[in-house]
């Protein structure tokens, strides 16, 4: 499979597909307002109790933020309008299934294997392989959506879940309109995702950063006690749980997200006999993946690119996260807790399983290997695609930029061995 190089990356050439979606668009007035994003949901499902109302301070914050960037396209407000409506109708059939089945709350998370690391180091594939040992419950992209039927859809006897059936038609739009950004970042239906997706409904976590541009939100985010967001995630992964409870499918959950990195005290807090593996890679690696990534996307959702003001965002996010893990990473002890650096990942991916489950006391058994050696087999090709030019197209070098992190590999000597 041939390398990508996005040579059009600051000034997009649109393709055919590109330019008539934008022309379909452009006349569209999309109202991001919080009261009729909630109106719409309550017709949705037909519910209208919302449980606690302090997410609305939040949604607010989210609207009124995006309402306000002017740079948006009619297709980014719209998909940013979307991703609020499912949230919110989440929200109300979530809290409809605490309030009909109050036993939820009796089941219990226990000893789920996390995987804790920097955007674009390691952890979406170190997720999907564990996903692939089929005595460890995950989540895939189509649940993590829309973890509740609609009361119209549940038990309708349809041979494709309309909940997965919505999710690979938006897996095939983003082929045709963004198809680097699909072989970057893998969005088909049964991709194993982050449930990080799961505090959407409590409109919550650094996950909107992702979405868009949003200084106001991450301001937000870093002055609000994540714990109770936390919780809200741990709720909804009883629920998935309970709902499959009359079914073969298992209870341990293997689990990643980025955000874990700087919420290690929450963490720890809410799933208190974890085993959190820590994926390590050079920032400067991370970084350029994810600005080209999100600059990439960005011909379609703004009016112009952002390469710029992405560079110092994530940047200063990465940093962050960095730092916030080094003074926490003893929340968890040794003996819930592995480093797993990047390039030893990508050597013997199968083997820092092993090591992983050795922590979690979970046996490496025949059945397990081959599981997950066919997964690696399968999807060798999947990753390390792109080529990336950070001084060329974000204007810094490499190693000017490596100098900021030089704390963090003070404290991980073993990421430059690995150079």
């Known amino acids: 499979m041939a390398d990508i190089y996005i040579d059009d990356l600051a000034h997009p050439v649109l393709t055919d597909a590109q330019r008539a979606a934008h022309e379909y668009t452009c006349s569209l007035q999309v109202d991001l307002d919080p009261a009729a994003i909630m109106a719409e949901a309550e017709a949705t499902t037909g519910l209208q109790d919302w449980g606690a109302m302090d997410f609305l301070e939040r949604l607010e914050l989210l609207c009124d933020e995006w309402r306000a960037d002017d740079g948006l396209t009619p297709i980014g407000r719209m998909s940013l309008r979307g991703k609020l409506l499912q949230h919110a109708t989440s929200r109300l059939l979530i809290h409809d299934m ?12 226990k000893e789920p294997i996390i995987v804790a690391g920097l955007p674009r180091s390691g ?11 089929p005595r460890l419950r995950a989540l895939p992209l189509w649940e993590s959506y829309e973890p509740v039927p609609l009361p119209s859809e549940a038990d309708n006897g349809a041979a494709v879940d309309p909940r997965y059936q919505r999710c690979e038609e938006a897996w095939q739009n983003m082929q045709l309109m963004t198809p680097h950004l699909a072989a970057m970042h893998p969005m088909n239906p049964d991709h194993i995702h982050e449930e990080l997706e799961l505090m959407g409904p409590n409109f919550a976590s650094y996950n909107y950063e992702w979405l868009s541009f949003s200084p106001r939100w991450r ?29 073969a ?24 006999d974890a085993t959190v593996a820590v ?52 929340a968890y002890p040794p003996a819930q807790s592995i480093d797993v650096p990047f390039r030893q990942l990508i050597r013997d991916d199968v083997g820092m399983v092993e090591r992983i489950y050795h922590k979690a006391g979970l046996a490496m058994t025949d059945t397990a290997r081959t599981a997950l050696a066919a997964f690696a087999t399968e999807h060798q090709s999947d990753y390390g695609r792109v080529r990336y030019d950070l001084k060329g197209q974000f204007g810094i070098s490499p190693d000017e930029l490596r100098e900021r992190f030089d704390f963090y590999f003070d404290a991980f000597p073993f990421l430059r061995k690995e150079d």
């Open 279 to 330: 994926t390590h890679r050079d920032p400067v690696d991370v970084i350029q993946s994810s600005v080209t990534m999100l600059a990439y996307g960005q011909r379609m959702s703004r009016k112009t690119v952002m390469t710029t003001a992405l560079l110092d965002y994530w940047s200063d996010r990465v940093e962050h996260l960095l730092r916030a893990c080094m003074r926490d990473r003893a």
């Open 219 to 247: 301001d937000h985010y870093y002055r609000e006690d994540q714990t109770p967001h936390y919780a809200y995630m741990r709720d909804v992964l009883k629920l998935l749980t309970w709902q499959q409870r009359d079914t």
């Open 123 to 133: 952890t979406t594939h170190l997720l999907n392989l564990m996903a692939a040992d």
């Open 98 to 109: 605490f309030k009909r089945h109050p036993e939820i709350h009796d089941i219990q998370i």
């Open 249 to 272: 499918r298992p209870t341990r959950w293997v689990l990643k997200c980025p955000q874990h990195l700087e919420q290690l005290p929450v963490l720890r807090k809410i799933f208190p």
